[in-house]
């Protein structure tokens, strides 16, 4: 009898166990923020070939699973893994290499650090990025004297924080054949005592640019490599890249062959007509980490170097209204063909002229309501009388909310304090479609998708200036914003019924935080930090 009941036991316990479904990864202990439509929150899950199998308690997923990597979360906060709408990853790469002149606060600190830098990197165009004369106590554009002197026989070129604009010595205008003051279209070439300054705007920094050598290929490995590592760790799993070369998209297609490439990229083609043949040409480019559907196209520079195309004249500066960076009939040319050939649009466009000019061509090449997804990027001014432009014809404004939090301290000096209350209108322009998708447009601001969360719900910066917050009736909610970094910017690249929430059959790409953003104050929020980051279940991250 005792040897029946054993062997029944044993057969129950055999059962029980084989009962067990086999899986790569369970993760269970956790706050699980899935981004469904329901904005539903979990326990656990489990993870089977890249995507997500099955979502619920951590008794319910524990029994009827087991797995090859068990992960105990310890009651921390899981998220969809972060997708930057809206990027310069390549750029960013790129600038990985160059001299950082970020958070200067003085000309003569910059040529001080560029100096430094040009000791450990001798040879070839000497590059540097990220000044804002903005931050100076003297506010007004450099002069290249100096510089030209430090560097009399070796080019230099160094971009503004926007990539609007530059300061270049001689040897780099006499590269580009730049010998004095010449018009353009879309650019400026600034000058004092009709002398110039070096200073360029817009397209005249292309002239100099176009001089400068392309990467080869292992510095292009290099550069997206790099690049990759730093998104990793800031748990960013998707990246917007705007704004490249086919031949850079099929460089990245062979680094994502060899696997030396994980990263997912939603790749706008530049505007540009080798790109137009090329795409139209070969069609759509789609995997699993590489996505190719859409051109960007620029109307305008940026409000920093006044090169943002204005209804009216600056309020620091009622000489300047910015310009258009082609004619407006290279805008609706292009519109069409796109159109033609069912492409997606994605517009750069800063100021109210140049949100108007794009809207309105839009609206009349898409001619009212329609699933196109075409994006004005930035949004930053628009006038009062527009918005319901963007509703009108369902284009998404793609934002940045760093960008409002890194312009408050000027914008009203450029804007006036009744046009600046229309600019970084995200709730207003989240309004207009029911979806926003955000982003950081890095390099220009921190790679930090965590900032873009602060930006948008909290505007102020680290300081808690200014007390209350910047514009708050433009503010996001929490769900709002983590919406807008996930499940809306899948959305805006036609993706969100592969990713961007963590839902049954959507892939398995997530991030763990050691705070709950969505329960934490504000400087929990800045101190939050990413402790791992998964690309198909895969750990591509984790936190030292």
């Not at 397209?203 to 690049?227: G, H, M, Q, R, W």
Request: proline letters at 3%; glycine letters at 6%; one cysteine or more.
């Amino acid at each position: 009898m005792k040897s029946i009941l054993f062997a029944s036991f044993l057969a129950v316990l055999f059962c029980s166990c084989t009962k067990k479904e086999q899986v790569d990864v369970i993760v269970f202990n956790a706050k699980v923020y899935t981004v469904n439509a329901k904005f539903d929150a979990v326990e656990a899950f489990a993870v089977k070939d890249g995507k997500i199998l099955a979502l619920g308690t951590s008794d319910d997923i524990q029994s009827k699973y087991k797995a090859k990597e068990e992960i105990n979360v310890d009651g921390k906060a899981v998220y969809p893994g972060f997708i930057d709408a809206h990027a310069h990853f390549f750029g960013y790469g790129q600038n990985l290499q160059t001299a950082d002149l970020r958070d200067t606060k003085s000309w003569e600190e910059i040529l001080n650090r560029l100096t430094e830098f040009a000791k450990t990197h001798p040879d070839g165009w000497l590059i540097g990025n990220g000044w804002d004369q903005n931050d100076w106590s003297n506010k007004a554009f450099p002069t290249n004297e100096k510089l030209s002197q430090l560097f009399p026989d070796r080019p230099v070129l160094l971009n503004r924080i926007d990539g609007h604009a530059a300061v270049a010595n001689q040897k780099a205008l006499d590269a580009a054949g730049i010998k004095g003051e010449q018009k353009l279209i879309g650019g400026d070439m600034l000058t004092e005592n009709g002398k110039l300054t070096g200073v360029l705007i817009d397209n005249a920094v292309t002239l100099v640019e176009s001089k400068i050598p392309s990467p080869d290929a292992k510095l292009a490995e290099k550069i997206f490599t790099d690049a990759q590592k730093n998104c990793f760790a800031v748990g960013l799993t998707t990246i917007d890249d705007c704004g490249l070369s086919y031949l850079a998209v099929e460089f990245i297609e062979k680094l994502q062959k060899e696997n030396k490439l994980k990263m997912r990229l939603y790749v706008m083609l530049s505007d540009s007509e080798d790109n137009y043949k090329y795409l139209f040409s070969r069609g759509p480019i789609k995997t699993d980490r590489l996505n190719v559907r859409s051109f960007k196209v620029y109307a305008d520079g940026a409000l920093g170097s006044r090169g943002a195309c204005l209804l009216h004249p600056y309020s620091d500066m009622p000489n300047k209204t910015g310009f258009l960076l082609s004619d407006q009939k290279h805008f609706e040319d292009v519109a069409k063909k796109i159109a033609a050939n069912n492409f997606q649009m994605c517009t750069h466009a800063i100021g109210d002229s140049a949100n108007r000019v794009m809207l309105n061509i839009y609206n009349k090449i898409l001619k009212g309501k329609n699933d196109k997804r075409w994006r004005i990027e930035h949004a930053q001014l628009v006038n009062s009388k527009d918005f319901d432009l963007f509703g009108q014809a369902n284009i998404i404004p793609s934002v940045q909310p760093t960008h409002a939090t890194s312009d408050m301290y000027w914008a009203a000096q450029r804007l006036g304090a009744e046009r600046v209350k229309q600019a970084y209108a995200y709730k207003q322009l989240l309004k207009q479609n029911g979806w926003i998708p955000l982003g950081t447009d890095f390099p220009v601001e921190n790679i930090n998708p965590l900032l873009t969360f602060y930006a948008a719900t909290v505007r102020e910066d680290a300081k808690g200036f200014p007390k209350g917050g910047f514009q708050m009736e433009n503010a996001l909610t929490p769900e709002e914003a983590l919406r807008g970094m996930t499940i809306w910017a899948a959305k805006a690249n036609f993706e969100e019924h592969e990713k961007g929430s963590l839902e049954k059959g959507k892939i398995a790409d997530f991030v763990i935080l050691d705070h709950d953003i969505l329960k934490s104050t504000p400087q929990n929020i800045l101190k939050t930090k990413v402790l791992k980051t998964f690309l198909n279940g895969e750990k591509v991250y984790e936190a030292k």
